[in-house]
């Protein structure tokens, strides 16, 4: 999972982004919660891949079931 998502202080101050890319994480995952589908991201972000949101989303499932397993 890890080998697609990346945290550089240099790009997006340190939010996790998508390798290579300036492409937050967070971004990807509030879109498609607002209702955009993969066609529509994949065609606004072209050097963004179906897999890309794949383990964006599963990454922010994971973290976000931490934060509240933690509270």
Known sequence: ??????FNPAVMMGK?????????VELI???LS??????????AYPRL????????????TLLKGFH???K
């Open 29 to 31: 995952v509030r879109k």
């Open 34 to 43: 607002e209702g955009a589908t993969e066609t529509d991201l994949l065609d």
């Open 49 to 60: 891949t179906t897999e890309d949101m794949r383990v964006a989303v599963n990454w922010w």
């Open 16 to 24: 996790p982004v998508i390798r290579g890319t300036r492409i937050p």
């Open 68 to 70: 509240t397993f933690g």
């Open 1 to 6: 999972m890890t080998e697609r998502i990346e």
